[in-house]
Every structure is written in structure tokens, then in C-alpha cells.
């Protein structure tokens, strides 16, 4: 009797140790954006404030829109489709991330008036892109799901951009002496 107690209790503590020693770190940190290179992110957590990370994920998009288009126009001879589809859903991802830092800097009352500015006017040229591809795009029904995802999505982040122009904290004003 005593030793399946004993049995048990070395078991229990084993398996508390596996635990405890497999990789924790994964657990505390945060998930990578599976549609960042690794060098995207690592640029993305050097950035010192939230509007440089506005910005970058603005260009991140933009670079995934033009690959989008490039697709299009040039396809590969394997894997087109979900090429075209990674392509669509990393550009929404990136358009996303962008808005929701917005949101954060507004809370926080960070000084992103830059990156407010820079979502309105890249989002209405990403807006007229998708809206044309939307409409006439060659191949439309492989990615037509995610592009009217992508459409939603930004013209949502431009709302969100024009309302977060309003809440911003208007720039300081610098007194003459």
C-alpha cells in the first residue's frame, strides 16, 4: 500500500517537473504573427513607439498587396492559389494590427497622429485597389472570400482612422518668449 503511494506521489512530481521544465518561455510569450518573417517582427519589437509600428505595419501591407498583384499577373506554376489566399490574409493581418495599435495609442495617448494620418491616406489606395480587383479581378473566385474579407477589413481600419483623428491629442502648441 505504501509503495503505490509512494509509486503515485513520484509519478505526480515527474510529471510536475515535465511541465515545469518543457519550454514555459513559449507559454509567457507572445505567439508570432504567422504572416511576418522573422525579420518583420523583429523589426516590429524594435520599434520604439506605437506610431512606428503603425507605420511599418502600413508598409508590411503594402508590400503584401503589391506581392498580391505581382501574383496575379505573374503565376507561379505551383502552390498559385494559396499563394494568392497567404498573400490576402497577410495583408489583412498587417491592416488589422495597424488599426489595433491605433486604438492602443489613442488609450494610452500616444503622440500617433503620424501613423493616424498615414492609415487614412494608404488605406484609401489600398481600398481603391481591392475594390478593383473586387470587381474585375483575373481568377476571382480562388481569392474572392478573403479579398471581400480584405475589403471589410480596411474600409473598417479607415473609419477607425478617420474617428481616431478626432480623439488624437491636438500637436503642441510652442509659446514665444
Given at each position: 500500500?505504501?509503495?503505490?503511494?509512494?509509486?503515485?506521489?513520484?509519478?505526480?512530481?515527474?510529471?510536475?517537473?515535465?511541465?515545469?521544465?518543457?519550454?514555459?518561455?513559449?507559454?509567457?510569450?507572445?505567439?508570432?504573427?504567422?504572416?511576418?518573417?522573422?525579420?518583420?517582427?523583429?523589426?516590429?519589437?524594435?520599434?520604439?513607439?506605437?506610431?512606428d509600428r503603425i507605420k511599418l505595419f502600413l508598409?508590411?501591407?503594402?508590400?503584401?498587396?503589391?506581392?498580391?498583384?505581382?501574383?496575379?499577373?505573374?503565376?507561379?506554376?505551383?502552390?498559385?492559389?494559396?499563394?494568392?489566399?497567404?498573400?490576402?490574409?497577410?495583408?489583412?493581418?498587417?491592416?488589422?494590427?495597424?488599426?489595433?495599435?491605433?486604438?492602443?495609442?489613442?488609450?494610452?495617448?500616444?503622440?500617433?497622429?503620424?501613423?493616424i494620418d498615414l492609415m487614412a491616406t494608404k488605406s484609401k489606395g489600398f481600398l481603391e485597389?481591392?475594390?478593383?480587383?473586387?470587381?474585375?479581378?483575373?481568377?476571382?473566385?480562388?481569392?474572392?472570400?478573403?479579398?471581400?474579407?480584405?475589403?471589410?477589413?480596411?474600409?473598417?481600419?479607415?473609419?477607425?482612422?478617420?474617428?481616431?483623428?478626432?480623439?488624437?491629442?491636438?500637436?503642441?502648441?510652442?509659446?514665444?518668449?
Open positions: 500500500m505504501k509503495n503505490k503511494h509512494l509509486m503515485a506521489t513520484s509519478l505526480a512530481f515527474v510529471a510536475f517537473g515535465f511541465f515545469c521544465t518543457s519550454p514555459a518561455g513559449t507559454f509567457a510569450q507572445r505567439p508570432e504573427k504567422d504572416y511576418l518573417s522573422s525579420v518583420e517582427a523583429g523589426k516590429i519589437r524594435d520599434a520604439e513607439t506605437t506610431n508598409t508590411f501591407a503594402e508590400d503584401r498587396l503589391t506581392k498580391f498583384q505581382y501574383e496575379l499577373e505573374h503565376p507561379s506554376s505551383n502552390k498559385h492559389t494559396e499563394m494568392l489566399n497567404y498573400l490576402m490574409n497577410s495583408y489583412i493581418g498587417c491592416v488589422d494590427d495597424a488599426a489595433d495599435l491605433i486604438q492602443l495609442g489613442l488609450e494610452k495617448q500616444d503622440n500617433i497622429r503620424q501613423g485597389t481591392l475594390k478593383k480587383y473586387s470587381a474585375s479581378g483575373p481568377e476571382l473566385e480562388i481569392y474572392k472570400d478573403n479579398l471581400d474579407d480584405a475589403v471589410q477589413g480596411t474600409e473598417d481600419a479607415l473609419k477607425e482612422a478617420e474617428t481616431a483623428k478626432k480623439k488624437a491629442a491636438p500637436p503642441p502648441v510652442r509659446r514665444k518668449n
